[in-house]
């Protein structure tokens, strides 16, 4: 049984029948505001949970599966979200500074004013909706990176990856 709190009152925290949060199936939760900071979520399914204001600084959700939930002004910076499944989620505000979304896949997810500073995005599917009102100041990518149609990445700070 695992314990996760959420910033408010006591009755705000959740308690969730698993032993371990990695592979956790947690689709529809209502964990706003929860307290998941550095906690591993790796292949966790997360479809349509409200993580509104979560606090997930440093956590791995490698592989996770966050279609359709709500990340408006989560803390996900320095978070991994290599792989990540993030299909329509609502990202506005979100903080995703020095975030590793590697070959996650944004299709139609809204960015509206969310902070992808320094965000490694190199084979990511970044066709979503108001990322030109994203922060991608000092954002790499790299040529498997999929933009929206007309999209200047180098417009709006991103910059292309060097070879190696």
Known sequence: MITIHCVGSPEASLQIDVETLEGATLNGL??????????????ASLRRANLRGA?????DLTGADLSEANLMTA??????????ILHRSYLLGAMLQSVDLRDADL??????????????LQGANLRCVDLDKAFLQGAVYDERTQWPDGFEPEQYGAVKALRT
């Open 55 to 59: 606090f997930l600084y440093g956590s």
């Open 107 to 120: 299709e139609g997810a809204d960015l509206d004013h969310a902070h992808l500073e320094e965000a490694r």
């Open 75 to 84: 803390d996900l910076r320095t978070a991994q979200l290599k792989g990540a």
């Open 30 to 43: 209502n964990l706003h505001r929860a307290i998941l900071e550095r906690q591993s979520l790796r292949r």
